[in-house]
């Protein structure tokens, strides 16, 4: 089956800095790739929608200039978090589509010191 | 509105006895239901999913889901678990554009974290 897979799976940073995860379909070519946020103990909630060679789309909440969000090939789509702060702290996820599912990375823990 | 509610935040069972994870749903629309585990450190996988072609799905590893419409449910149930079943199940709602595509907004439960004794 398809593979998503993120990078870093853990990263811990100190207030104030910025993180990048990366964020690769394998082996498959995805038009549309989707960042969700995961709270411990809670649902995934969607954060935005990235496609291909356009600017993301972000949900209602989310601050784009903070979660700045760059889909510059069909394999590859980055989220950075910009100033980061304790509260960013969250388990982040992001998928990738065919022309009929989504498939899933592995997640990305981050966590602001 | 759509929305998930999965009823436990945590179930555990003995090996080899059945597994019932619980979710109601609402919807506005005829809905996409899905079911996704989550193992620590992968990404989630399709379990199965319920297009209205049939009420009673079955998906891999032996588990299958019931879609009762009067109920808004969409119960996973397995008869008899299995120590590699632990993991994190998450109960999966879909505007989407088509039948049983996750191509649309995902609604997700909160997950249910299952935990199999031996």
């Known amino acids: 089956g398809a593979v998503v897979s993120q990078h870093p799976s853990r990263v811990i940073c100190k207030s104030g800095t910025s993180v990048k995860i990366e964020c690769r379909s394998l082996d498959f070519q995805a038009t549309t790739m989707f960042w969700y946020r995961q709270f411990p103990k809670q649902s995934l909630m969607l954060m935005a929608t990235?496609?291909?060679?356009?600017?993301?789309?972000?949900e209602q909440g989310v601050e784009k200039d903070k979660f700045l969000i760059n889909h510059a090939s069909l394999t590859l789509s980055t989220l950075t978090v910009t100033s980061a702060h304790p509260e960013d702290s969250s388990f982040y996820i992001c998928s990738a589509t065919t022309s009929y599912e989504q498939y899933f990375g592995p997640g990305t823990r981050l966590t602001v010191t | 509105a759509q929305s998930v509610t999965q009823l436990d935040s945590h179930v555990s069972v003995s090996e080899g006895t059945p597994v019932l994870l619980r979710c109601n749903y609402s919807s506005s629309y005829s809905p996409s239901l899905f079911w996704y585990v989550q193992h620590p450190n992968k990404g989630l996988q399709l379990l199965l999913k319920y297009t209205s072609a049939a009420t009673l799905v079955k998906g891999i590893n032996g588990f299958e889901a019931e879609f009762k419409k009067s109920e808004t449910s969409f119960h996973l149930t397995k008869p008899s678990a299995h120590m590699s079943d632990a993991a994190e199940y998450f109960c999966v709602l879909s505007e989407g554009y088509d039948r049983g595509s996750t191509l649309g907004r995902l609604y997700f439960g909160r997950g249910t974290q299952l935990t199999v004794w031996p």
């Open positions: 990235s496609n291909e060679g356009s600017k993301a789309t972000y």
